[in-house]
């Protein structure tokens, strides 16, 4: 079947967009969270279809939850609970009900002015969850570490950055790799007392921000970053330093990474230039042994090894968001619509 | 409100007071009253006195009154119909530049449906939300809006018909017909239902004979004598008469092999024949096919005479063309136009002056008349853009200068001001303001310097955006902003990395007073040589030494200090 785009505008630009994973059966709810309005807020969203023998499915909001300042990231601690990072800094564990979905979202945890310049307050940027647990950045420079379970701090580590932090991925259970407004990667080890980063390095020599960090889902010390530029750096942890390569891809900033859950070998971007690609990794991924049986990591450089297809025709705002389950795309924009793309072949 | 050099100053004869006043509510505004400018359409009324009052307790009972224009492309439906249609406006600018370069008129076609069928959707969106809402007040609101809606819709119809469209030969008459069907749906119900039915003596129904009457005047011949042939006497000789007649109507069709020559010449033949028939008297003792026969000729007593079955003259329009001129081309409408209207003498309703002005043919009143519709602009923005870009838009002004780009850049200024007010949609009225250069983006340079700026990540798009556009004014001013937000936040590796603070911190160098310790020097130092670039030789060298000496004496003190806490 062809790929099926269908578009629905919801009155807000959406930041952040997540399918509700259902147990043995297709994901039909989903999060939105907004960004840039007077008002913004988490909500709840179940795809419906008007008339029986209606082919097309519209999104319905089922619960609004609003929120202070922007919603900046959405990442879940289990099935049915969320932490939720806004613009004023805030956190917040919310949990959707398992049995009704359009019951109000209910507030679990609330850590206030996490991050925070003294008195003033400061964005939370961004978040990142591994197993109940939760790292947040903000554009105070410092990285914190929560308990999603016990609603506690677990570990704060002042100044981590000079600037502020834009992007956070856990690497291990201890360890976070941070990147920030020029694009200084740093990766901190949660354990150490000392906050000096384990490592660091640069993105890029154009001094812009690193916008998001992923890991490769089945070899975690591969780790992907987009910049504020467009372009999609590699690292393999285990080699060196430098980005094994950089590959100038979207034409603004890369707002948002994902590796397919079920296939390793496809990524997906979207961008600020409001574009959405596919990507085949599959090239990337296959490892080769080299002569002193060491695992070396295909370079990028051979640019014809990379396939890379465009899902959506370019969109004229931003692209902020995107989340896949099987077959199907979400994805929330600027333009204050969200996509759902159908008949996606991973 | 008007800033816009179009409307403050009407093109000649189109000139309308458009002042209202408002009683302010309070009396503390009674005797004298300032007023400042917020942003955007807002601003604030305060009591002013000029004499030092000496009894302060006077001056409790005053009141700020903060006034804004009241937005409705701003309520949620609404925004939806503002986003859909910024892309469906940046695709046809995109269009507009390959049709400068070969003929484009096929996109703009579609372009223009794809507004249609955004207004349609919301039209369904606010019945939806009319159908849930039960407070009275906002229902009506609702209602309103709705209606405002329709006529856009009705009218945008109309204009892609008469302007947009690639009609072959010219010859509107199918069209207009279905312009009509499609917006003055009328028996069509009633129509169905007795077809469905199948039924002899279907003449019982109440409604017969203005059903028949309605399908001929829709053009919907084939329906009409289907329902004559339902009458219990459908197999009389008159019934068979009248079925002959409009079944032997000749029919345009470009594809026909005929010319329209040929065609009026067929066609005002059988219009003869039919006139005969009807002085033949011999349908006498039917006046409703007798009627039809009047109609048939295009008689305009008998259209007069059924005007009243109709809400307005759009309904018979259609009709009239079909039995006076079907071979009308798009621009020989305004005769059709007068005729039906002076039918009856009715209160002109503003969708009425609309329609008039477009098959009149004369634009420039369309959009002056629509103009006064209260969707802040919405639909004169787009209509006016897309004929424009279409070639369909000549308008003048007194000295005979053609004004029509002016016009179109002045009504898309003013939407793009209006959309970039809203917290959210400056990003859309941006993109509007972008589109008429450079005019557009002088606005945009003023509001986005002016546009608060809470979080980084909404500095950054907007640098982007501003940077997009050629605003590199724009993007040091937020940078700016921002770095003093960092400075006064005591971060200052967050604030040198805004980019143009760092020749700032020369002077904090050679302070009498050392202001940045040893490590912020490193850091400035750092941010230096990856930035050298972008200073000049002479300056990066002035700060190196500045950052040297800086450091030197920082590092002493510093050093002092640590042993002073060894100690």
């Given at each position: 079947?062809?790929?099926?785009v269908?578009?629905?505008f ?9 399918w ?55 990442k879940?601690?289990?099935k ?7 613009s ?5 564990v919310?949990e ?36 109940g ?16 379970r ?32 020029r ?8 354990k ?5 980063p ?6 890029a ?22 910049s ?35 296939n ?19 090239a ?23 396939m ?10 931003p ?15 600027d333009?204050?619509a ?9 | ?67 804004r ?32 370069v ?10 223009s449906?794809?507004?249609?069928s ?16 039960e407070n ?11 209606t ?33 069907r ?26 017969y004979?203005?059903t ?9 011949v ?6 004559l ?16 007649s ?10 026909g ?71 009308s ?28 002005a ?32 279409c070639g ?40 509007y303001?972008?589109?008429?250069p ?7 340079e ?17 640098i ?8 590199i004014?724009v993007?040091?001013s ?19 990395f ?12 050679e ?12 850091e ?20 190196r030494?500045?950052?040297?000496r800086?450091?030197?004496?920082t590092?002493?003190?510093?050093g ?8």
């Amino acid at each position: 079947m062809p790929l099926d785009v269908q578009g629905t505008f919801v009155s807000q630009k959406i930041n952040k967009i997540r399918w509700i994973a259902e147990d043995y059966v297709e994901s039909k709810c989903f999060f939105t969270g907004s960004w840039d309005d007077e008002v913004n807020s988490v909500k709840v969203w179940s795809f419906e279809s008007p008339h029986e023998e209606d082919e097309v499915d519209y999104p319905r909001a089922l619960s609004e939850y609003p929120v202070e300042g922007d919603v900046t990231e959405i990442k879940f601690i289990d099935k049915n609970k969320i932490a939720v990072s806004l613009s004023n800094g805030d956190v917040k564990v919310l949990e959707v009900s398992v049995y009704d979905r359009q019951s109000p979202l209910r507030e679990v945890f609330h850590f206030k002015k996490l991050h925070n310049y003294g008195e003033e307050p400061c964005s939370c940027t961004s978040l990142d969850t591994l197993e109940g647990d939760i790292a947040t950045i903000g554009e105070d420079g410092n990285v914190n570490v929560l308990s999603g379970r016990r609603g506690e701090v677990m570990h704060s580590i002042k100044g981590a950055d000079s600037c502020s932090l834009h992007s956070i991925c856990f690497i291990k259970h201890n360890e976070v790799i941070t990147g920030n407004i020029r694009g200084h990667m740093k990766i901190w080890d949660l354990k150490a007392t000392n906050n000096k980063p384990a490592a660091s390095f640069l993105l890029a020599g154009d001094e812009l921000a690193a916008t998001c960090i992923i890991h490769h889902p089945t070899q975690p010390h591969i780790i992907l970053a987009g910049s504020e530029s467009g372009s999609l750096a590699v690292w393999d942890l285990r080699m060196n330093s430098f980005p094994t390569s950089l590959v100038n891809a979207h034409s603004a900033g890369v707002s948002e990474m994902q590796f397919h859950p079920e296939n390793p070998h496809k990524l997906l971007t979207c961008s600020a230039s409001g574009e959405l690609w596919d990507w085949n990794m599959e090239a990337m991924t296959k490892s080769s042994k080299g002569p002193d049986n060491q695992v070396t990591w295909m370079p990028l450089e051979d640019k014809k090894a990379m396939m890379v297809n465009s899902l959506i025709p370019a969109l004229h705002k931003p692209i902020n968001s995107l989340h896949c389950d099987k077959g199907r795309i979400l994805c929330g924009a600027d333009n204050e619509a969200v996509y759902l793309i159908k008949n996606f072949k991973y | 409100m008007n800033t816009s050099s179009f409307s403050s100053a009407p093109l000649p004869g189109k000139g309308v007071d458009t002042a209202k006043t408002f009683i302010l509510p309070d009396k503390c505004f009674q005797k004298r009253v300032g007023c400042a400018w917020g942003r955007g359409n807002k601003f604030t009324i305060y009591p002013r006195s000029q004499t030092v009052s000496k009894t302060p307790s006077n001056t409790s009972q005053d009141k700020l009154l903060n006034i804004r224009q009241d937005i409705l492309l701003f309520t949620p439906i609404l925004r939806k119909l503002v986003n859909e249609s910024n892309g469906t406006f940046l695709s046809l600018q995109k269009a507009a530049e390959t049709a400068k370069v070969s003929d484009n008129q096929v996109e703009f076609l579609k372009l223009s449906r794809q507004f249609r069928s955004i207004i349609r959707v919301c039209i369904e969106n606010l019945q939806e939300a009319a159908s849930k809402e039960e407070n009275g007040i906002e229902k009506n609101n609702i209602l309103s809006h709705i209606t405002i809606f329709y006529s856009i819709e009705c009218i945008w119809h109309l204009c892609e018909i008469l302007y947009i469209d690639n009609i072959p030969g010219d010859i509107v008459l199918p069209y207009l017909l279905e312009w009509v069907r499609f917006h003055f749906p009328c028996h069509e119900q009633t129509a169905a239902q007795l077809l469905e039915a199948c039924e002899r003596g279907s003449e019982e129904h109440k409604d017969y004979w203005d059903t028949v009457v309605g399908m001929v005047v829709q053009g919907r011949v084939d329906v009409a004598r289907a329902l004559l042939k339902l009458h219990s006497a459908g197999e009389s000789n008159e019934f068979k008469l009248v079925d002959n007649s409009l079944r032997s109507m000749p029919v345009y069709s470009v594809y026909g092999g005929i010319s329209t020559g040929e065609f009026t010449i067929s066609w005002k033949h059988w219009q003869a024949e039919c006139r005969s028939k009807l002085s033949s008297r011999v349908l006498a003792s039917q006046p409703k096919l007798e009627l039809i026969m009047r109609i048939i000729i295009g008689d305009y007593t008998a259209f007069e005479s059924i005007r009243n079955k109709y809400s307005s003259w759009f309904d018979i329009l259609g009709g009239w063309v079909m039995f006076t001129a079907p071979w009308s081309r798009r621009h020989e409408l305004g005769g059709a136009a007068a005729a039906c209207a002076g039918m009856q003498a009715s209160p002109r309703s503003h969708l009425d002056d609309m329609v008039r002005a477009l098959l009149e043919g004369d634009l420039h009143q369309v959009i002056h008349e629509i103009q006064q519709i209260s969707d802040n602009g919405w639909f004169a923005t787009h209509l006016t853009d897309i004929l424009f870009h279409c070639g369909k838009l000549n308008i003048m002004d007194k000295q005979q200068t053609n004004v029509t780009s002016r016009l179109r850049e002045s009504l898309i200024l003013e939407y793009g001001c209006l959309l970039m007010e809203h917290k959210s949609l400056w990003s859309v009225g941006l993109s509007y303001l972008a589109s008429c250069p450079p005019e557009g983006l002088r606005r945009a340079e003023l509001i986005l310097e002016r546009m608060p700026v809470e979080t980084e990540a909404k500095a950054m798009r907007i640098i982007a955006e501003a940077k997009k556009h050629g605003l590199i004014g724009v993007a040091q001013s937020v940078c700016r902003c921002m770095s003093a937000r960092h400075l006064s936040a005591g971060r200052l590796g967050g604030a040198l990395f805004w980019e143009t603070l760092l020749l700032d911190t020369l002077p904090l160098l050679e302070s009498d007073e050392a202001v940045f310790t040893s490590n912020d020097t490193y850091e400035i130092m750092l941010c230096l040589e990856l930035r050298s670039s972008s200073l000049d030789s002479e300056k990066a060298d002035l700060l190196r030494l500045a950052l040297a000496r800086n450091l030197a004496r920082t590092a002493l003190a510093e050093g002092d200090g640590t042993e002073e806490q060894a100690q």
